[in-house]
């Protein structure tokens, strides 16, 4: 989509898109975050808009070993729909058969990780490091995409280092090995978050595929994402840190005057954010997951600095609830509501066992 120089940029962001046969309700993606996106977080972005939400990356080698832990991200709420579970990996046949398992547990989309920074990752040869081994980057992809049905989505990064084009290069090679979307944050690993995100580079790769380019990278108001969208051509935009214990981005990405939320219903959310955590982690693994969600909710200007720093000393999940309803009392009215409108657990695909279900 090209706009002209003073032309205002509009571009509709309800409208539906796909991915091969995968109909996406709004041009908006909830990024995949390791240590953040839980059910309960993507569950969230569903109801905030989001027409697409992401797994967090799984090991393909965790599955492979039947690890519990790892086969627990596989667990898929019936209202997460359309869902990507991300896997990452370096060998072909080992990510083919994480895709299957994917496939099987009911996500819509395979994602493929090429852009971990991290090295522990990337020591493996996994993540962003496969940019530099193009020939098996593509092997993987193929593996994938001839494994499952599903459509497959890569997402990457620029390329390893500072002012890398790589991801030009290696992308169209990726469609060809079977890829039917790819998503770029187009900073490159070295930067892990540092600098910006430059999506003229994201432009240029869409000029280059003929598949969907979804845009990741500081896309953190309404004004920014029809900025990326009109400038680059991408068919959606992905929104990662700004949505941290804030969903009322979404909606404000989506609306442009969406309101701002009240105490209450920042208190409401994380309530029952925090019951589906420990729902799906257990008591004591959500302890210690939660504490940064605090921070992120109570932040912004929302609630007192001491308050959050007091909160994250307490382990008792009721007694943090029972301090939250206190500085919002009408907090609880708003998550009966919220709660009314969940699903009930019927609804909910349970297709794996109690025991992971705990021990997440
Ligand atoms: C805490 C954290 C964890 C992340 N984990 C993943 C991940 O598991 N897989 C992935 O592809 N990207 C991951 N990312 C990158 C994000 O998906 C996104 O591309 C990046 O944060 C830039 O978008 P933003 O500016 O909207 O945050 C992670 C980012 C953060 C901040």
């Not at 994480?98 to 991290?118: L, T, Y």
């Not at 990752?121 to 593996?143: F, N, S």
Request: aromatic share 6%; glycine share 10%; proline share 5%.
């Amino acid at each position: 989509m090209q706009v002209k120089p003073g032309e205002p940029a509009q571009v509709d962001l309800h409208e539906s898109w796909r991915i091969r046969d995968v109909v996406i309700p709004t041009r908006l993606v909830l990024a995949p975050m390791a240590g953040v996106s839980v059910q309960a977080f993507r569950r969230q972005g569903r109801r905030y808009g989001a027409g697409l939400v992401c797994s967090e990356m799984v090991s393909c080698a965790g599955l492979h070993h039947g690890n519990e832990r790892t086969l627990g991200y596989l667990r898929i709420a019936g209202d997460e729909h359309p869902l990507a579970v991300q896997i990452f990996g370096s060998e072909p046949a080992v990510m083919a058969e994480a895709a299957r398992m994917v496939a099987d547990a009911g996500a819509d989309i395979v994602d493929v990780n090429f852009g971990c920074p991290v090295r522990k990752v990337t020591k493996t040869g996994a993540g962003a490091t496969l940019l530099d081994d193009p020939d098996r980057a593509c092997e993987i992809v193929a593996a994938v995409a001839s494994a499952v049905d599903l459509p497959v989505s890569v997402k990457m990064r620029r390329g390893l280092d500072d002012g890398s084009r790589t991801c030009l290069d290696v992308g169209p090679r990726l469609v060809e090995a079977g890829a039917a979307s790819l998503t770029l944050h187009p900073r490159s690993a070295k930067q892990m978050y540092t600098g910006t995100a430059d999506h003229a580079l994201t432009a240029e790769l869409v000029e280059r595929v003929d598949v969907p380019v979804i845009a990741s990278g500081d896309v953190t108001s309404h004004a920014r994402a029809q900025a990326v969208l009109a400038t680059t051509g991408a068919s959606a935009v992905m929104v990662g840190r700004a949505a941290q214990g804030n969903p009322w981005v979404l909606r404000e990405i989506l609306e442009e005057d969406a309101a701002e939320p009240s105490r209450e219903e920042v208190v409401a959310e994380l309530v029952l954010f925090m019951r589906e955590t420990v729902r799906e982690l257990g008591e004591r693994k959500a302890q210690g997951f939660l504490k940064k969600f605090y921070g992120w909710y109570l932040g912004r200007g929302r609630f007192p600095r001491a308050f959050k720093a007091e909160l994250t000393q307490l382990d008792d999940l009721a007694e943090v609830e029972r301090r939250l309803f206190a500085a919002a009392p009408g907090g609880r009215f708003v998550l009966v509501r919220l709660e009314d409108e969940q699903p009930t657990a019927d609804e909910v695909t349970l297709d794996l066992p109690i025991s992971i279900y705990g021990g997440g």
